[in-house]
């Protein structure tokens, strides 16, 4: 668990899920990215802040692995760490059932920032990340 920077617990909701009575796969990217969201805000930053600076942090690529499933009222834990390559914030986003810590979704999400529309690197983020990034 010590690569884990940031996580926050949520209860999966009955309108999440499907006709099967699991969440539908839809659901786990809102998932992360409340949590990222969250993140940010303890990290100092607003996504509606950056906005109107002109800097928008936008997701370029997913890679998504759905484990084990989510059922109506499940208590879960979205766990995050994060790295950065080049113009990519890479977040690491893992959720875990609470009941018995099984491992429910695995999720490599690399956002990049526009300035003004055009890809750029932005010193807020960059700042507001740096605590958390591991060197080397």
């Keep these: 668990m010590s690569k884990y920077i940031f996580e926050t ?3 999966v909701r009955d309108y999440e899920c499907d006709i099967e009575g699991i969440v539908n796969n839809a659901n786990y990217l809102h998932y992360t990215e409340h949590t990222r969201h969250l993140f940010l805000k303890e990290c100092g930053l607003s996504f509606a802040q950056m906005h109107e600076k002109g800097v928008d942090a ?11 499933p989510l059922r109506c009222d499940d208590e879960f834990i979205s766990r995050l760490w994060l790295e950065k390559d080049g113009f990519k914030y890479i977040f690491h986003q893992d959720i875990y059932r609470a009941s018995d810590e099984a491992i429910c979704f695995k999720g490599k999400i690399m956002l990049v920032c526009l300035i003004n529309g055009r890809l750029g690197q932005s010193e807020d983020y960059d700042r507001a990340f740096a605590p958390y990034l591991k060197k080397g």
């Design 58 to 68: 936008v997701v370029a690529r997913m890679e998504l692995q759905y484990k084990a």
């Design 9 to 11: 617990r949520m209860e």
